[in-house]
């Protein structure tokens, strides 16, 4: 369980996904991964804007945006565009040379998503979902598992593994944070490499981990003040990867604006995890 945290990875794969301004890989050795992006598919103008404004900071890196935010607080809640406009227009974000990550809720999802995306994530809250898991792990797409925040990173070994069974060993695990009472989350780094001794690159999700689930009424609050702290607490572990949504204007955000990253302060936190991860990998 210790190893991870010293200076002797046990991740057992590089995973490679290529982009315009170069490859971003997800492994022990490696440069930081970071994954980042809107939360949902706004328009398609937003999100253009969004990963050119980011990778103009970022360099290469996985743009992420869902077509569907189909685990909404309350039914006024904003979803996105749906399946088909929403994979057309990641396509088209695709095709200016980003590396893609988006959502899928149903089994029946995966085939089309992934023939528009680099990287299928499976959402914290579905991530013991057999048949999800395995559709996805079938397209032979990079799979990304959201740790549900009612799961021991231990027993996410059984997510990975189902997976797995179809022959793909493409797998990274994201950590969200664990429910903490109601209407928060709290974070424990131990996670962090008892996740990363299951053999798979792990990623830490700074800005969902920062979440109030459903504690602004009818949608989820936020502390994006603890987005830096975490991050960096999370980097120094010896993670692979950083996941952060990122948004021009939170305030204006039609989903999870509470918890995002703002835009200009990208740079900044980047700095920050980036020296740590160097520090961390190459002492």
């Known amino acids: ?6 200076k002797s990875p046990s991740t057992r794969v590089v995973i490679e996904v290529g982009t315009g301004a170069g490859p971003v890989r997800f492994g022990p050795g490696e440069e ?9 598919i706004e328009s398609e ?8 404004a980011i990778g103009k900071i970022a360099g290469a890196f996985v743009f992420k945006a869902s077509f569907d935010k189909a685990n909404r607080t309350s039914l006024q809640g904003f979803r996105g565009p749906g399946i088909v406009e929403g994979l057309r227009i990641l396509e088209g974000v695709r095709a200016a040379g980003y590396a893609m990550l988006t959502d ?11 023939r528009a995306v680099d990287i299928l994530q499976i959402p914290a809250f579905l991530c013991r979902q057999t048949d999800l898991l395995i559709a996805a792990g079938r397209t032979g797409k990079i799979v990304n598992i959201k740790k549900g925040q009612f799961v021991a990173p231990l027993d996410m070994r059984h997510a990975a593994d189902k997976v797995a069974s179809t022959g793909n060993d493409k797998v990274i695990l994201t950590e969200r944070g664990s429910s903490f009472g109601y209407n928060n989350l709290v974070v424990d780094m131990r996670g962090l490499c008892i996740m990363s ?7 830490f999700d700074a800005t969902h981990s920062v979440q109030l689930p459903s504690g602004a009424g009818g949608s989820s609050g936020g502390q994006p003040q603890f987005i830096a ?14 996941f952060v949504e990122v948004h021009d204007a939170p305030e204006r955000a039609l989903s999870d604006g509470a918890n995002a990253l703002r835009l200009d302060r990208l740079g900044e936190l980047l700095d920050r995890v980036r020296l740590i991860h160097t520090v961390v990998q190459y002492e």
């Open 1 to 6: 369980m210790s190893r991870v945290c010293s």
């Open 32 to 40: 930081l991964a970071l994954i980042a992006g809107p939360c949902v």
């Open 45 to 52: 103008e937003h999100v253009h804007k969004m990963a050119a």
């Open 104 to 114: 899928i809720h149903e089994p029946a999802q995966a085939e089309a998503a992934a």
């Open 197 to 203: 001794e299951l053999g798979w690159p792990v990623v």
């Open 229 to 242: 702290p975490l991050a960096s607490a999370a980097v120094a572990t010896g993670i692979q990867g950083l």
